[in-house]
Every structure is written in structure tokens, then in C-alpha cells.
């Protein structure tokens, strides 16, 4: 009997051990290669090497945006259906589906990195709140692309000179500025825009430095106006159900693995962003991205103002209109969360 109960007992331990060791088998979707180094050098290494990364026993198959064919507007269904486990969200874009998630980056609000990191601290549970009642979404991180600056192809001195010219933008927030400046607004993807500008399609486009050089927008344009309309921020979310698969130890991990690549991205990022201005008007030290010479925008006072003051004359009333339909304290909880951040 004693045997029986031993070998009884240690078939339970192993079996326990065996499901403890289980090795979980992930999908996930990047951002777009044509993105430039982050997606290449911080966010793909990051998932070839997920358990390393994380300390689960997991195999993840990562593949950028631009290789699926799905555009980036369909990321939130995508996760809510399961075709993913984990996405690198392309906030901005998403926005369409859950309008809540522009709060974290209006136009105006995030002029530098750090008050990027007080608007996230601050506004991002409310955002993951959303996502998961809605989406079958967890947020695991919030992480900026950097200040999205404007290429043009002709002359331009200031934001007025935006009147009369077609404009490439990424949100409905954007839109709005634009137009608020007599610009036409042009939603294009990005993988489209070097096309759209060379073919005169668009005038001008809005995205980081970094990104604009690595997808050749120097060689179709002359001028940059290093003006911060955004941060353009991301995240990464998990599918709900993928999440509760997960051990609580598993998913501490997790949290902690995201939390290092998040911090790492804003890092880098704010690096890139140095370069890549340096880069993009012929400067030295040029070292991550190609070497152009455009022509540099002084940022005059009149820009600074218009820009400073985009948030409560333009961004802010017409976003909290259409977020308050969909989510009725969108407004007010985000009033509540930035003004307690911004004012400390």
C-alpha cells in the first residue's frame, strides 16, 4: 500500500510539474518594417527571444504588419477575435474603434518625452479599462514613436503656409489641425506615403524623423518643420483569453518583460529622435539613419503658440465630443487623470 501511495504521490508531482512546465505557443503581430529601428532593432529581437526576454517557456511567432496584408485600423478586431495573442498596437490608427485611446496623444498635449510619460501614467488605465471591457484586451504598455514633424516638398516658413496644401495624416485628431490651419488633411498609410509624395498626391506629411528617413521621404521632400504635433504612441495588448491561460507567476513575468521593453523603447527612441533630425538636415553626429539636406524650419513664436494652445481650442473639444458617445466619462476622466499629472 505504501508503494502504491508513493507511486501514486509522485505521478501527482510530476504531472503538477508537467503542466507547470507547459510551453505556451504565441502568435504576434509587429509593427510595420517600414517603420524603421525600433520594430527592427529593439521590438522583433525583443519576440525572437521571448524567453530570454521574459523568463516563460514560451515560442512566439512574430510577424511585422506590412508582411500579413491586415492593415493596421483592424488591430483591435484582430485581438478580440484571437488571431493574435499579442499586437503592437498602432494607437492612433486603432483610435477608429475605441476613440478613448486618443486622449493619451493629442495634438498639443505631449510636446516633449516627458510629458508623454505624465499623460500615460496617467490616462493609460483608463485606456486599458476600455480595451479589455470592449475588446477582450489587456494594455501591457504604452511607448512613443517620438515627436511627429512635418516634410514638405514645397516651401514652406511657418504652420500658415499649410493653407491650400494637402497634408498627410494618420488620426482624425490631426485632421482636425490641419484643417484648423486651412491645410487639406490626406489619410494615407504609411507604406504609401513616399509614393504620395512623389507623385504629388500629398504636399507634405506629418511622421518622426526617424521613420520619414528610413522610408526615404527626404529624397521626395525639401523642408522639415521639427514642430511636435505628437508623440505617436503604441502599445502592446494581449488577448484576454491568452492572458488568463497564463500562471499568476507567468503572467508577473510577462508585465515585467513588457515593462523593460516598453522602458527600452522610450530610450531609444528619444535617441533616434536626436539623430535623425541631425541626419535629416546633413548635421553631425549622424549615426543611426542616412545622411540628407533638408532644409530646417526655424519653429517661430507665432507656431509655438499655435501649437501650445491646439489642445483646449481644437484637439481636446472636437476628440472629447465623439469619445463621450462611445464612453460617457471618457471626457471628464480624462480631464481628471491629465490635470493631476500635468499640474504636479
Known amino acids: 500500500m505504501k508503494t502504491i501511495m508513493t507511486l501514486a504521490a509522485s505521478a501527482l508531482i510530476a504531472a503538477t510539474a508537467t503542466a507547470q512546465a507547459e510551453t505556451y505557443q504565441l502568435k504576434a503581430l509587429g509593427q510595420p518594417v517600414a517603420t524603421g529601428l525600433i520594430q527592427k532593432n529593439v521590438e522583433q529581437p525583443f519576440f525572437e527571444n521571448f524567453a530570454e526576454k521574459t523568463g516563460i517557456d514560451a515560442t512566439v511567432d512574430y510577424k511585422p ?70 475588446f477582450n484586451t489587456k494594455l501591457l504598455g504604452v511607448w512613443p514613436f517620438g515627436p511627429q514633424v512635418l516634410f514638405c516638398e514645397p516651401e514652406i516658413a511657418q504652420l500658415s503656409d499649410l493653407k491650400g496644401k494637402k497634408v498627410r495624416v494618420y488620426d482624425q485628431n490631426l485632421a482636425n489641425f490641419v484643417s484648423s490651419v486651412g491645410g487639406t488633411p490626406v489619410p494615407i498609410g504609411f507604406p504609401d506615403v513616399h509614393q504620395s509624395l512623389a507623385r504629388g498626391v500629398v504636399d507634405c506629411a506629418i511622421t518622426g524623423p526617424s521613420s520619414a528617413n528610413s522610408a526615404g521621404w527626404p529624397e521626395v521632400t525639401n523642408y522639415m518643420l521639427p514642430v511636435a504635433f505628437q508623440l505617436a504612441l503604441n502599445g502592446y495588448g494581449i488577448n484576454l483569453d491568452t492572458w488568463n491561460k497564463l500562471s499568476e507567476e507567468d503572467q508577473a513575468k510577462l508585465e515585467a518583460g513588457f515593462d523593460t521593453l516598453v522602458e527600452d523603447i522610450w530610450t531609444y527612441s528619444e535617441e533616434l529622435f536626436d539623430d535623425a533630425v541631425r541626419c535629416n538636415i546633413g548635421e553631425e553626429p549622424c ?11 526655424e519653429i517661430s513664436a507665432a507656431d509655438k503658440d499655435i501649437i501650445g494652445n491646439a489642445v483646449t481650442e481644437i484637439s481636446f473639444p472636437t476628440w472629447a465630443e465623439v469619445c463621450d458617445k462611445q464612453n460617457a466619462s471618457c471626457s471628464a476622466d480624462w480631464k481628471a487623470a491629465i490635470d493631476a499629472a500635468l499640474t504636479q
Open 65 to 134: 504588419l506590412d508582411v500579413t496584408g491586415i492593415k493596421d485600423t483592424e488591430q483591435l478586431r484582430i485581438l478580440k477575435a484571437g488571431l493574435f495573442d499579442i499586437v503592437s498596437l498602432r494607437m492612433s490608427q486603432v483610435s477608429r474603434d475605441e476613440p478613448t485611446i486618443l486622449g493619451l496623444d493629442l495634438v498639443g498635449l505631449n510636446p516633449d518625452y516627458d510629458t508623454g510619460r505624465k499623460t500615460v501614467a496617467a490616462f493609460q488605465d483608463k485606456v486599458d479599462a476600455q480595451l479589455q471591457a470592449k
Open 287 to 297: 549615426e543611426t539613419v542616412k545622411k540628407y539636406d533638408l532644409k530646417l524650419v
